[in-house]
């Protein structure tokens, strides 16, 4: 009896993983679809080396890239970013789904604030008419975070 049920319940283990696979791959790609708030168009994601190469063909023409990861090189999602244009009105709240946030914001100096594991960190940033600026934050286990800014045109 047990040599049929062992290989009955394994089957439905493999199917199982294979449909959950499925359904998780199709809400992933579902997921990669620019929003849009207030005007301002933005992308979010980049959890996987596929995920992180669609998402760069679909924001080609973005101006600014904010990247999220820990010190230790681990990708970090989750972060709550919050843009502000120079007169300190809010241009785009968002919550990012992955490590990587892509935003087409109009020329112009922003702060971005940057907010995961309680710690929230502001950096300034040019955005360029032609080209793109980017952004790193890195946060350390001590809850201490670092930002780097560059911009290329």
């Known amino acids: 009896m047990k040599k049929i049920i062992l290989p009955v319940i394994a089957q439905f283990v493999v199917l199982g993983g294979l449909m959950s696979s499925n359904f998780v791959s199709g809400v992933a790609a579902e997921e990669l679809a620019v ?3 207030n005007g301002v168009s933005y992308l979010s994601g980049g959890f996987g080396e596929d995920e992180r190469e669609r998402l760069r063909s679909i924001t080609k023409g ?3 890239e904010l990247s ?3 010190q230790n090189n681990e990708y970090l999602g ?3 970013v919050l843009i502000k244009d120079g007169k300190g009105n809010n241009v785009l709240e968002a919550v990012s789904e ?3 946030f892509f935003v087409d914001l109009p020329e112009g100096t922003y702060t971005v604030e940057a907010t995961a594991m309680g710690k929230t960190v502001k950096q300034a940033v040019h955005v360029p008419s032609k ?3 980017r952004l790193y934050f890195a946060w350390n286990s001590a809850d201490e975070a670092t930002t780097q800014a560059m ?3």
């Open 62 to 64: 973005d101006n600014l």
């Open 78 to 80: 989750g972060a709550n």
């Open 98 to 100: 992955g490590p990587l």
């Open 35 to 37: 929003k849009t708030l």
């Open 68 to 70: 999220f990861a820990l």
């Open 131 to 133: 080209g793109h600026a």
């Open 151 to 153: 911009a290329q045109k």
